[in-house]
């Protein structure tokens, strides 16, 4: 057969078709010299993809896929899409030594960055692709409840996965993300960010291995996720480190499930301005050390806050994980003296100790609690924490491991850590204006051997039970 001859003009035209379909400002890794065989660390080639693409007004650098990129510390930048296609992999290189930015500014004691952006606008991380901390790489010996951290004195090379400093429309979406040696996202002073559909998955050993914390950051929204943390699944502070960027408020979480050895949703303990206009709806939480934690622990406030529609189970972890099996938990107390190697971080300039700020207008709406614990609220004066409404909110206490009860946890605290009792299913300690409406309680076999009964009121003032 003799092959057919088209007229110029027809292949011209199919050429130009063919370039219609093409994908514009795609700066593909592999062009740029990575190898992507999990071996070499690619992160030069890769940091000359973002640089390329940034300086031709941006677009999409592409991981594609049936990769594995090993890789240093990656420097972000403004109008750039990082698309990781399905079944390809960004993992960090387990070389301590090449951690060398400080998570915390002057702060070393808290862990390096690896990914990490500041000042910039327009930013995404997106596609069916995965970004692996490589976690376990840095941790010590595996215990029966955690790693073994390794000791350090005032540097600590632990890289956190993804850190976005002043960052303006930022997307995270889809992706999986996770196998953190510390925190996983860490939002400071972001502006207008949403974070939707990504499976967020850490080592539940792993101790500092948080899953999302939202610092000094306004507008954000996180949705449909699943988070599997060792630490904290969700968590809005201000850290000192970042004061200059304000509050963090206007944030909604809705339709995430999550499991923590910690406390799955927390707010605090870092606080040192203010957490305001918050909803979290929607979501499960599942197989946690302490379900809804507001953990105000400096002299910031707290105020505004909706739970509701809410499925939290809870039972008892090993004391190295702070949290007691509390459902729910509601507490302002001063952060605890000591020498730890990020005290003079913890409290303003100057000063060997701190205070707390006020709680107050809490809502918890249709929550239904299956817990080995009850929910505690409580504060080191009367009308520290106030304004607290329980609605609809429904607990079955019933006992599930071999932990002791009969306890309640308050750190970081100064004083006790632990409040020795028994097993309540409401434990109100030092607070006022505390409304419990249409509450049910129910005691499950196996009961829990310190039944202390519905409620406990103590130096607390103004409960209204309906």
């Known amino acids: 057969m003799k092959p057919i001859k088209l007229p110029g003009i027809i292949l011209s035209l199919l050429l130009l078709a063919s370039c219609a379909n093409t994908p514009k400002n795609v700066f593909n890794v592999l062009d740029y010299g990575a190898l992507g065989n999990g071996t070499t660390d690619d992160a030069v080639a890769i940091q000359t993809a973002i640089d390329a693409c940034a ?6 650098v592409l991981f594609p896929t049936g990769y594995t990129f090993l890789s240093g510390p990656l420097k972000l930048a403004s109008n750039i ?109 972001c502006y207008d960010a949403l974070i939707e559909g990504i499976s967020l998955i850490n080592n539940l050993k792993v101790r500092n291995g948080d899953g999302i914390d939202l610092d000094h950051s306004r507008k954000v929204r996180i949705a449909n996720c699943f988070i599997e943390s060792g630490d904290d699944c969700i968590c809005l502070k201000n850290r000192r480190e970042f004061q200059e960027y304000g509050p963090c408020e206007d944030i909604v979480v809705t339709n995430c499930v999550m499991t923590s050895r910690s406390c799955a949703i927390k707010i605090g303990s870092e606080n040192m301005d203010s957490i ?100 505690f609220v409580g504060g080191d004066t009367q009308d520290k924490v106030n304004h607290i409404y329980f609605s609809d909110v429904d607990i079955n206490l019933t006992k599930r491991t071999s932990y002791p009860g009969g306890i309640y946890d308050k750190r970081p605290c100064n004083g006790e850590g632990f409040i020795h009792d028994k097993t309540y299913a409401f434990y109100l300690d030092t607070a006022s204006d505390i409304t419990i409406n249409d509450c049910n309680v129910r005691w499950s076999n196996p009961k829990p051997k310190q039944i202390g009964g519905d409620i406990k009121e103590q130096n607390t003032v103004r409960v209204n039970k309906k």
């Open 55 to 60: 300086k031709n007004g941006g677009g999409q």
């Open 81 to 189: 899409d990082l698309h990781l296609q399905v079944n390809s992999k960004l993992l960090a290189n387990p070389n301590e030594s090449i951690y060398q930015i400080s998570a915390f500014r002057e702060n070393e004691g808290e862990g390096m960055m690896w990914l990490y952006g500041q000042d910039i606008e327009n930013i995404s991380i997106t596609g069916k692709g995965e970004i692996d901390g490589n976690g376990i790489s840095f941790m010590g010996e595996e215990l029966n409840d955690s790693y073994q951290l390794k000791p350090i004195t005032n540097f600590d090379p632990r890289p956190h996965v993804l850190t976005l400093i002043n960052a303006k429309k930022v997307v995270i979406r889809d992706i999986t993300i996770g196998n953190s040696a510390y925190w996983t996202i860490h939002l400071i002073g």
């Open 276 to 375: 305001d206009n918050v909803i979290f709806e929607n979501c499960i939480i599942k197989a946690s050390n302490r379900g809804i934690g507001i953990q105000n622990r400096d002299e910031g406030t707290v105020s505004n806050i909706i739970f509701s529609n809410m499925i939290v189970d809870c039972l008892f972890f090993s004391d190295v994980w702070w949290g007691k099996a509390e459902p729910i938990y509601v507490t302002s107390y001063p952060r605890a003296i000591g020498n730890h190697k990020d005290a003079g971080w913890r409290f303003p300039k100057g000063a060997t100790e701190g205070r707390s700020g006020e709680v107050s207008n809490i809502f918890f709406n249709n929550i239904k609690c299956t817990s080995e614990n009850g929910i």
